[in-house]
């Protein structure tokens, strides 16, 4: 029998490739989203990759009836692997009951149910955003949590201490939170990435958005910064090395025969890329040329930030494969397809 695992935002774009890894390690992927952020015809591209389109269960996670059904029917589950959130910057300062009530309520809602139907394993997402501007680089697990500069931080900081309080207080939980960099890049089948609807916030889909022609120029957030090209720094992962290490921790927790247990690891390169070395990666790696303007800094953003991965290598037995250029190829393949496929998915970047 497959070991059941459920995706929260499965749809999603780390999801997506994390239920491709999970089906093609063996397991069954059940995946509840409310597509507030995703598309349902997501789950096509994961069919095509794996030849298994996962169970779909299109809900909120704040409706605590609607998931109590769900957790006695699939009181199976081996794990959960939580992504479903809002994670936007800009408008979680605007609207930050919002994303506290949509980021909280739906760990609570699933960690209560846990307890309830004796599903022990939890991973969840979280995010190098809770270290803030770091004063040592590279920054490992233990550096300190600084307060967080927007809503949209401060929940990934009080998700993670939701969860160390519940373990603490029910046995049988085990939870590993997972610290991402910047996620990057797509499949290499091309088949599916990420898909942002309206302006992208985050730098790669920019760039590959404007190199289709679909943006006039991209513009880069300050040359000011005390760096070696003067714009910051950041430590991107490939989404398919990131999606791998879901898997093994899933794994991980499987084996553990400890009752409870709550850890967390850094998930990054550990090699800082500066914006200005994206765009030349992404120049070089696909022959295109990219149009670009400097600008001022963007309101929040850290100077540098890049990954003490020794913990995640170590312990996890998992190290990123993949370079700043496959990452651009791949990314850039996914746009392409998307392009290719305008009628279905043209009309999202439109804005
Ligand atoms: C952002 C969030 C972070 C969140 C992550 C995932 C902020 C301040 N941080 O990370 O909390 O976990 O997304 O959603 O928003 N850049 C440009 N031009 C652009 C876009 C970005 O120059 O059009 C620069 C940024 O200034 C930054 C780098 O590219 O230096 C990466 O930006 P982005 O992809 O938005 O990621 P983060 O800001 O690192």
Redesign the pocket.
Known sequence: MKKKILVTGGTGYIGSHTAVELINSGFEVLIIDNLSNSREDVLEGVEQITGVRPAFYNFDLCDLSRLDDFFREHSDMAAIIHFAAY?A?GESVEKPLLYYRNNLVSLINLLELMGKYHVPNMVFSS?C?VYGQPEKLPVSEQSPILPA?SP??NTKQISEEIIRDTLKAVNELRAISLRYF?PVGAHDSGLIGELPLGVP????P?ITQTAAGLRDE?????DDYDTPDG??I?DYIHVVDLAKAHVIAVERMLKNKQKSSCEVFNLGTGNGYS?LEVIKAFESSTGVKLKYKIVGR?A??VEKVWADTTFANKELGWKAARDINNMMATAWKWQQYLMANKDRYLVLSQE
Not at 201 to 204: I, P, Y
Not at 218 to 222: E, M, N, Q, T, W
Request: hydrophobic share 35%; net charge positive.
């Open positions: 994670k910057v995010s955003t500069e949209y931080g910047n916030n985050n730098l790669v920019f991209l513009s880069v957030f300050g714009t910051a950041r914006v963007r929040g953003d």
